[in-house]
Structure formats: structure tokens, C-alpha cells
């Protein structure tokens, strides 16, 4: 089974257009899961250094059946390339790349986003999580965020909510929101609806999100 049906549809459609988002000279921090698919779809023209907080810079594409270096692995513990000039280091100069303010973008995923762009991406009370990880740090310190997540949860409810009911990860940190339908950006304090996915409407872009959201006055081209 190849990757891309592995992901879905809704999946390449978000990482498709949050790769968008990318300019060369970027050095960008990928969370778990639909991040980590981001390089392989990233442009030959565009130039991005993407770092990893588990302790390089360089990382390539995933690998699907493993590789000959058991340490090369994504921040999800999955098995991932290194480009050629890519970098190794400890733990310490890792957190010390995101807490000194040096990324220009992660690119993280989320159980909730609030209106507030407050994001609720480590846990889900009652389930086994195994830890933050880097999420705090990353939310916090990279001069943008940008989160990744299907428009809707399992029940049908909109992941962009009036307010976090989850833990939350980090207050008002949330710049841009990329889903399958639509793509918002935090104006003025406020998500605003800002791109519409060529098969939805701005009707359909909004569905599911039990709150008033602002829409731009001129849409993006998506």
C-alpha cells in the first residue's frame, strides 16, 4: 500500500496546501504524524530545512519499510532520511533551536483549535498519552505555527471550536489552520476563514464549527 493511500484523500489534501505556506530559506519543525509527510511533497524549488527536536536538522522524506540507521527517525519514532548537509546533535541544542526562537514555522496537528487560535494537541483525558513531547516549546516559540487537522472529528463536529475543551497545549499560538475544507488565519486575535478548497463552498468550509466565524473580505485563491 503506497503512502498517499495510507493518508487519504482529506490528508493529502491538507498537506498539499499547507506545503504551500513554505518559502525557501525556512527552517521548520514537523510534528507527529500529518506533518512528518510534508517533505514529500515539499516543491524541488523550494528550499526548506526541516529539524526535528528528537536532534538534527536536514530530515528528508519518511521511509515506509525502515532504515539502516535505527536512530534516524521523525519525532514520531518513524523511520525517515537524512539530505545531504543534514546535521546531528544532543537534546540540548535541539531545545535550544526552538526555545532561542531561531524556527520559522512548526507545522503541528490538533485535537481543537479555539476561535483564539489556543491549541489542544497532547491528550485526550482517559487515554494513554505518552507524553508532550516538544509540543509546548514549539507552540510557544516558532515565529509561526501553522496546525494541520481534518475539518471534522469523528462525531461530525468542527475541530475549530468556540473554546478548547481538551488540555490545552498552548494559549493563542495558533497563526494559520489547514484543513480539507478551508484554510483560516489568526487576524486580529480572531481565526478568520481566509481560503476555500475548490470542491466546498464558504457554507461548507464553515460546517460544523458551532460558533460565528469571521470571513475575509477577499478570499484567497486556494
Do not use: Y
Not at 536512530?71 to 548537509?85: E, Q, S, Y
Request: with cysteine; proline share 5%.
Amino acid at each position: 500500500m503506497s503512502f498517499w493511500k495510507k493518508m487519504g484523500t482529506e490528508e493529502e489534501i491538507i498537506v498539499r496546501r499547507a506545503v504551500k505556506e513554505l518559502r525557501s530559506g525556512m527552517v521548520v519543525n514537523l510534528g507527529i504524524g500529518m506533518p512528518t509527510f510534508v517533505p514529500g511533497v515539499l516543491p524541488a524549488d523550494v528550499d526548506v530545512v526541516f529539524q526535528s527536536e528528537n536532534g538534527f536538522t536536514g530530515m528528508g522524506t519518511p521511509l515506509e519499510n525502515g532504515t539502516p540507521d535505527n536512530d534516524i527517525i521523525d519525532a514520531g519514532g518513524r523511520a525517515c532520511t537524512l539530505i545531504d548537509g543534514a546535521a546531528c546533535f544532543d537534546s540540548v541544542t535541539s531545545f535550544g533551536i526552538i526555545r532561542g526562537g531561531n524556527l520559522d514555522m512548526a507545522i503541528l496537528g490538533a485535537f481543537e483549535v479555539s476561535l483564539r487560535g489556543d491549541l489542544a494537541n497532547w491528550m485526550i483525558p482517559g487515554k494513554l498519552t505518552p507524553g508532550m513531547g516538544g509540543g509546548m516549546e514549539l507552540a510557544q516559540k516558532a515565529n509561526h505555527v501553522l496546525v494541520v487537522s481534518r475539518h471534522l472529528d469523528k462525531k461530525g463536529r468542527g475541530k475549530l471550536v468556540p473554546e478548547c475543551t481538551l488540555p490545552l497545549t498552548a494559549p493563542q499560538c495558533v497563526d494559520t489552520l489547514v484543513t480539507d475544507r478551508a484554510l483560516f488565519r489568526r487576524i486580529d486575535g480572531w481565526m478568520t476563514l481566509c481560503s476555500v478548497h475548490p470542491d466546498h463552498t464558504e457554507e461548507t468550509a464553515l460546517e460544523g464549527i458551532a460558533a460565528d466565524v469571521r470571513v475575509a473580505d477577499d478570499l484567497e485563491p486556494w
